[in-house]
């Protein structure tokens, strides 16, 4: 390995920086009793029913006679029934293997591989027997078999994530992997191995209906003679189903408490490599990365649609960073002293967005563990990927995979990288103009009146002034108070839910929600905020719509503005449309399943009903036919915006039994794709009515 590339160490640490706390010691005996505790009772039900199997077969039946024989095969097919329960989770058993990453060889990437040999020198760590890489901002230890881990001492290995080489500096990088050589280094990992291994088997046991819950139904239904041993042993499955879960909640509630303490020993692992401030800046980096390479993904999924690929979306992902890389360091220079050392990165206890530290501690928790002691550690801010040999050919390899396993796409011709750029840029344009009116239509509808009365409307604006359009925005501002203090209570309740606050409830009209009814509580918010949305913004819209058309009317624009409002009123008739039939179908689903007896024909009668919504979607796509279109970013005809709600324009029915053969959820699923893609639609056409409304406003007096 280049020793030049190996960022430099703390010149000198506390002794004791990386030893196991006693609240450590503590939490992982509490993690072990509870899975020796899980795994003696769970044996003994296997080996106890096990035995009642035995015995139905060997008891004694004295007379023999139609009721004894009866008897002898109900208890011999329920005590078999209840032995097969406690191990049918034994056929799920695998290894799930990760389609999505690539394999590093040693010999392809020795500067890499040198790098980590390092770090686990460095940490005391043992060696991966293998290092991936994955499309995303992510980086994990796993095993290389979870269940042989065990029994015996497998190996592990490293997966990184190449979306987070991407949005840090070489520093950074080292502490992220020196963290996760901390887990390796980590005994109390295996207890992980344990509790994963017992909330499959408990998740099986409890939560997963199968063939075998089938087969139960089936003989339940049978003649009374023959299904008594079904009703039997029925309670008693539900009672082992209550036990399990009680104990499901008993684990993760000793692994949770466990793994925040395996999160603070593993920083404090990456601290001693990288110094304190390399583990924080790169967690603060995070999640603009997180974002730029979401949003990077977005876009290859939302090109993909218009036939547009590119060989390596990570160019363009690095073009999206860089084009926040001088905001980003103002931000980090501007950050507030810590009188502890270094700067204060957070002041909140907000949970990184990045999927790999979404179940960690919270930032601010981490940053105080970092803090104490400060070590101080020269950065390098190189990029990680001078480790790799031949970076562009590894990206482009992992492009391939991510169109074939993410968009389901093997695109054989690809655009100029200027081409996908231009896409990224119209995709983005609007949003600035969302922002300036507080977002408020990120979560409802624009309300756009009749072309009557928006010229009833037009008419009683006699002031046109640039200051009628700051009131607008004003009063805008007082209508959205309310909605932002129920957003900051749903948000409250969100970390409330996830453990990331120390508050345990919330207060909403006067009552108090606490987490065994925080979903009660939230919902309420929601139903509050929609009621609001319905409500307070109607007149707010009509004002602002007639004010722009009066406008409009002195610059001989007044039906080019209306066409725009016509065309967004459509393409809002069409999304709710979706909505609808989304709630039909599944009220009819829903209420055939309430029924006791369903017969063949009300099934065929469902399925024909499911087929005609789907059609009828085909109807309401047909309304854009006969509007006349406004072109929208990225978006240039009505094909165009078709496709871009539905593959290949058109809602296709599915044949056969669709409640079996996987169609039902085919419809389902293409109803939501389209449901999302039309809020994407009506974000971008109420940034073209706000682009319109801004040229229009050019010149005003004051």
Known sequence: ???????????????????????????????????????????????????????????????????????????????????????????????????????????????????????????????????????????????????????????????????????????????????????????????????????????????????????????????????????????????????LGLFYMFLNLMYSSLSREMEFNADKVAISTSGSDAILSGLWRLDSGFEKWNATINNAYLASKKKLFVKNLYTHNTQSLAEIAEEQHRLLSNLSKDSRGGQTYFTSSLVSKADMYASHPTNDKRQDNAKVPYIVCEQDNRSPWLLFSNPTILQEEMTSLIYKQYINSEPKEFARDVAFREFMVQESQGKELLAEYYNTFENRFLHIDTPENLRYEAIKNKNILATVAKSHKKELLE??????????????????????????????????????????????????????FNNSFKDWD?????????????????????????????????????????????????????????????????????????????????????????????????EELKEAIVTEGKFKGEAGDIFNNGGFDKIIENIDNAIVHCQRIDQ???????????????????
């Open 479 to 532: 209508l959205m108070k309310p909605i932002q203090e129920l957003e900051a209570l749903m948000l409250k309740a969100s970390q409330i839910a996830e453990g990331s606050v120390l508050e345990n409830s919330f207060t909403f009209k006067n009552k108090e929600y606490k987490k065994k009814d925080l979903n009660e509580g939230y919902q309420l918010i929601i139903t509050e905020r929609e009621e609001l």
């Open 684 to 702: 971008k056409s109420i940034g073209v009515i706000l682009a319109f409304h801004k040229e229009l406003q050019n010149g005003l007096l004051n």
């Open 542 to 638: 009509t004002s602002f719509c007639g004010f722009h058309l009066a406008l409009a009317k002195q610059k001989a624009k007044a039906e080019a503005l209306l066409q725009v409002y016509a065309q967004h009123n459509t393409i809002i008739k069409v999304y709710k449309d979706f909505v609808t039939c989304k709630n039909i179908i599944f009220n009819e689903v829903n209420e055939l399943q309430t029924k006791e007896d369903v017969t063949d024909g009300q099934v065929t009668i469902l399925k024909s009903t499911i087929n005609r919504k789907v059609e009828e979607l085909n109807d309401s796509l047909s309304l854009f036919d006969s509007m006349v279109f406004i072109p929208m970013p990225n978006i240039e005809t009505i």
């Open 1 to 243: 390995m280049n020793t030049n590339y190996y960022p430099k160490s703390p010149k000198s640490l506390p002794k004791n920086l990386t030893n196991l706390p006693a609240t450590y010691l503590f939490r992982a005996t509490l993690a072990v009793l509870a899975i020796v505790l899980f795994f003696a009772l769970y044996i003994g039900l296997v080996i106890g029913l096990g035995y009642l199997v035995y015995y139905a077969f060997i008891y004694d039946m004295g007379h023999v006679n139609k009721i004894t024989i009866l008897l002898k095969v109900g208890a011999i097919a329920g005590a078999a029934m209840l032995f097969v329960f406690t191990l049918k989770f034994i056929l799920k058993l695998k290894n799930d293997k990760q389609v999505n990453r690539i394999k590093l060889k040693k010999e392809e990437h020795a500067e890499l591989w040198g790098f980590i040999h390092t770090i686990c020198k460095e940490t005391g760590a043992p060696k991966p027997k293998n290092i991936y890489v994955d499309p995303d901002v992510n980086a994990y230890v796993s095993y290389t078999n979870m269940w042989l881990s065990l029994f015996l001492p497998v190996k592990k290995e490293l997966t990184i994530g190449m979306g987070l080489v991407s949005c840090l500096n070489l520093s950074e990088f080292k502490a992220v992997m020196s963290h996760e050589f901390g887990h390796f280094s980590q005994r109390s990992m295996k207890i992980g191995s344990y509790i994963i291994s017992a909330n499959t088997i408990i998740h099986g046991m409890i939560y997963d209906r199968d063939k075998w819950d089938d087969l139960l139904d089936q003989w339940r239904a049978s003649d009374i003679r023959l299904s008594a041993a079904a009703w039997v042993i029925t309670p008693v499955i539900w009672v082992i189903r209550q036990v």
